[in-house]
């Protein structure tokens, strides 16, 4: 765990990308379904809280899936959170055009940000919890997710996701290389997997299901999975 790249370290990478996060049809390229995930992902948010008021973006990046949530919900009061502040001005400059709400933006880490408890509708979580190191560090963010919703309010994760099995994540793993060389070629593959080398440690989905449930979600929803990738949320 120690060789793991700090927050600051991962800041300074998003710092300088924040183009290829800002493509509203493709999503990132290095995930797998990226355009499925957000449809998938905004059509469970609007069909379970319809009349949401607040928003919480972590790891909002360029403001990609809660932009797509803005036809739907153009009344949203939307905070936005994430490392990178270049990000964040990408983000308010967006989302600011789509909603009639208030549009805040917190640069911290989810670990340290302070926001108000039993406050939103709807929280996106999508392509950051990946980047939560211990199984403290895990349950920690699961259990602050759970205290912001409003009762009935809801989750949505799109994420980097392992498999239990050593074997299976073997093949998970091929197979996903054979993606990136689609999109970018062999040396894209081993940028992209040095990157999840240094900077993540990510979760089966068997384990953040479990986690869910042990921090108080009451109904969860797997919306799809796709090899290393998966869709999911849940209700207060």
């Known amino acids: 765990?120690?060789?793991?790249?700090?927050?600051?370290?991962?800041?300074?990478?998003?710092?300088?990308?924040?183009?290829?996060?800002?493509?509203?049809?493709?999503?990132?390229?290095?995930i797998m379904d990226a355009p499925l995930a957000m449809e998938l992902i905004?059509?469970?948010?609007?069909?379970?809280?319809?009349?949401?008021?607040?928003?919480l973006d972590i790891g909002c990046g360029a403001g990609n899936f809660t932009l797509n949530l803005l036809p739907h919900l153009s009344q949203l009061n939307?905070?936005?959170?994430?490392?990178?502040?270049?990000?964040?001005?990408k983000a308010f400059d967006r989302v600011s055009w789509g909603t009639t709400g208030k549009v805040n933006l917190?640069?911290?880490?989810?670990?340290?940000?302070?926001?108000?408890?039993?406050?939103y509708d709807i929280i996106l979580a999508t392509a950051?919890?990946?980047?939560?190191?211990?199984?403290q560090d895990?349950?920690?963010?699961?259990q602050k997710i759970h205290q912001l919703l409003v009762p009935g309010g809801s989750l949505w994760i799109s994420d980097l996701v392992v498999h239990d099995d050593p074997e299976l994540h073997k093949i998970m793993w091929t197979r996903y290389?054979?993606?990136?060389?689609?999109?970018?070629?062999?040396?894209?593959?081993?940028?992209?997997?040095?990157?999840?080398?240094?900077?993540?440690?990510?979760?089966?989905?068997?384990?953040?299901?479990?986690?869910?449930?042990?921090?108080?979600?009451?109904?969860?929803?797997?919306?799809h999975k796709n090899c290393c990738f998966a869709s999911f949320g849940g209700v207060k």
């Open 106 to 119: 917190y640069q911290e880490d989810i670990r340290k940000v302070k926001l108000p408890d039993n406050h």
């Open 177 to 223: 290389g054979r993606h990136l060389i689609s999109v970018g070629g062999e040396s894209y593959r081993d940028k992209v997997f040095k990157y999840i080398e240094v900077e993540d440690t990510p979760r089966s989905l068997s384990y953040q299901v479990h986690l869910m449930e042990k921090v108080g979600f009451k109904q969860i929803e797997i919306l």
């Open 42 to 55: 905004t059509q469970a948010a609007v069909t379970t809280n319809p009349n949401a008021k607040n928003l």
């Open 78 to 89: 939307c905070d936005m959170v994430d490392l990178s502040e270049a990000m964040l001005k």
């Open 128 to 135: 950051v919890l990946h980047h939560l190191r211990d199984d």
């Open 1 to 30: 765990m120690s060789q793991k790249s700090t927050v600051d370290e991962i800041r300074e990478r998003f710092d300088k990308d924040v183009e290829r996060f800002s493509n509203l049809e493709t999503g990132q390229e290095s």
């Open 138 to 142: 895990w349950e920690q963010v699961f």
